[in-house]
């Protein structure tokens, strides 16, 4: 049997409601913060979570722009944006700082 495609952020997101959720349909240009609860079960729908503090460095990275982040009060550098969803990632974490 295989996992739905969203499966580990539909779980993450029920174990942190905090997170925010960035929506993106075929149709739109630019990533939205979603209305819901929940990320969409739909395939044709792009999902992204983030913990709160990262939005708008998550908003930069999926458009395409630099990001920077601050592991551990270490000098900021620029990270690889990768739109592959990882619940382990620095935009899943609450001590790293983001830009």
């Not at 349909?25 to 044709?44: G, I, L, T």
């Amino acid at each position: 049997m295989t996992k739905h495609k969203k499966f580990e952020m539909l779980v993450a997101k029920g174990l942190d409601m905090d997170l925010v959720i960035l929506l993106k349909y075929p149709s739109m240009k630019d990533w939205e913060v979603s209305p819901n609860a929940y990320p969409p079960h739909k395939d044709h729908v792009e999902a992204f979570l983030c913990r709160p503090e990262h939005l708008a460095a998550c908003r930069k990275g999926l458009s395409g722009e630099i990001v920077e982040v601050e592991f551990d009060e270490e000098q900021w550098r620029v990270v690889k944006f990768d739109q592959i969803w990882s619940k382990d990632a620095w935009y899943m974490d609450k001590e790293v700082r983001s830009r």
